[in-house]
């Protein structure tokens, strides 16, 4: 029987077949609150459709296969994405520490990337070489150390997870 990680496909998963994340936390076990407010939200209906592919290209293992039916229940959604002001109002409100700052790293495109933090390079996720882990980078400091969100308030924050965004939600 194969490791799982020889099974894994290179290009999808966080340091390819070789690496694997050295520090790793537990999912966060957050228990969604009602919100008080909807304002500036938009309600989506949810519905039923067809997900996945068949396709050669198609990873069942990242649950990119086979097409099913799904059925998405009536949920609010945020008319805009969440921005690095928004998001910075809720750190200093919580003390809340995202994943990627807890990690110590996380992915930057690699055109983003500069030469001093080149040498900051903990690796790139598999057969996507042009996403580089690169130390210090989190949702401040987007593209690693040398770099903040000053001029960038009103953009989406990124380096931000999923466990995260649950944290933000909630």
């Given at each position: 029987?194969q490791?799982?990680?020889?099974?894994l496909?290179?290009?999808?998963?966080?340091?390819?077949?070789?690496?694997?994340?050295e520090?790793?936390?537990?999912?966060?076990q957050?228990q969604?609150?009602?919100?008080?407010?909807?304002?500036?939200?938009?309600?989506l209906?949810?519905?039923?459709?067809?997900?996945?592919?068949?396709?050669?290209?198609?990873?069942?293992?990242?649950g990119?296969?086979?097409v099913?039916e799904?059925?998405?229940?009536?949920?609010?959604?945020?008319?805009?994405?969440?921005?690095n002001?928004?998001?910075?109002?809720?750190?200093?409100?919580?003390?809340?520490?995202?994943?990627?700052?807890?990690?110590?790293?996380?992915?930057?495109?690699?055109k983003?990337?500069?030469?001093?933090?080149?040498?900051?390079?903990r690796g790139?996720?598999g057969?996507?070489?042009?996403?580089?882990?690169?130390?210090?980078?989190?949702?401040?400091?987007?593209?690693?150390?040398?770099?903040?969100i000053?001029?960038?308030?009103?953009?989406?924050?990124v380096?931000?997870?999923?466990?995260?965004?649950?944290?933000?939600?909630?």
């Open positions: 029987m490791d799982e990680a020889q099974v496909k290179p290009c999808c998963h966080p340091g390819g077949i070789a690496r694997s994340i520090n790793s936390i537990s999912l966060l957050i969604p609150q009602k919100s008080a407010s909807t304002v500036g939200m938009i309600h209906e949810g519905g039923k459709f067809l997900m996945g592919s068949e396709g050669p290209e198609a990873w069942a293992a990242d990119e296969g086979p099913r799904v059925t998405v229940a009536p949920f609010w959604m945020d008319a805009c994405t969440v921005t002001a928004q998001f910075a109002q809720f750190i200093e409100a919580t003390g809340y520490k995202t994943e990627a700052e807890s990690f110590g790293w996380s992915y930057v495109f690699h983003h990337v500069s030469s001093d933090n080149k040498k900051k390079v790139f996720s057969e996507a070489q042009w996403w580089l882990g690169i130390e210090g980078a989190f949702w401040r400091r987007p593209e690693g150390p040398g770099s903040d000053k001029k960038r308030l009103d953009h989406p924050v380096h931000v997870s999923w466990n995260d965004a649950q944290a933000y939600c909630n």
